[in-house]
């Protein structure tokens, strides 16, 4: 089996710093396709549908057609990364108040996962 080589401990910023470099050799390699499927609800302030909120979200990041556009980043947000995060535009989207209460709360409804396995190693004894 070919080593696979993993570099750590890079800080940014910090061009004095080393790299430790990890050689793991005696792995198994697997490959998947991995399907997520997340319905999410979204509640927005209601300011968020106002001219106002809308024309500056669409001079400081990207232009939407309207609040829908709005919501719908909101959903992508909360299922690609997660709760209790601040995103530009919607400030703490979280599906929790703790540790205080967020700017846009969302809810996971369903979640539904399925994995196909692609490529496996070959084991030899």
Same mark, same amino acid.
């Given at each position: 089996?070919?080593p696979?080589?993993f #570099?750590?401990g890079?800080p940014?910023?910090? @061009? ?8 793991m050799? !005696?792995?198994l ?6 399907t ?6 979204v509640?927005? @302030?209601?300011?968020?549908?106002s001219?106002?909120y809308?024309? !500056?979200?669409?001079e400081?990041l990207?232009?939407v057609?309207?609040?829908?556009d ?6 992508h947000?909360?299922?690609d #990364?997660?709760s209790?995060?601040n995103?530009?535009g919607?400030?703490?989207l979280?599906d929790?108040?703790? @540790?205080k +209460? +967020? !700017?846009?709360r969302f ?6 996962m399925e994995s196909?396995?692609?490529?496996? @190693?070959k084991?030899?004894?």
């Amino acid at each position: 089996m070919t080593p696979t080589t993993f #570099i750590v401990g890079i800080p940014a910023n910090d @061009p004095d710093y080393y790299a430790e470099v990890c050689v793991m050799s !005696d792995v198994l390699k697997y490959r998947f396709r991995v399907t997520i499927e997340r319905e999410i609800e979204v509640d927005l @302030p209601a300011h968020f549908a106002s001219d106002e909120y809308l024309k !500056d979200f669409r001079e400081g990041l990207w232009y939407v057609e309207g609040v829908d556009d709005v919501a719908k980043y909101a959903a992508h947000m909360a299922a690609d #990364i997660g709760s209790g995060y601040n995103h530009d535009g919607l400030g703490l989207l979280s599906d929790s108040d703790f @540790p205080k +209460p +967020p !700017d846009v709360r969302f809810r996971e409804v369903e979640s539904d996962m399925e994995s196909e396995l692609l490529e496996k @190693p070959k084991i030899t004894a």
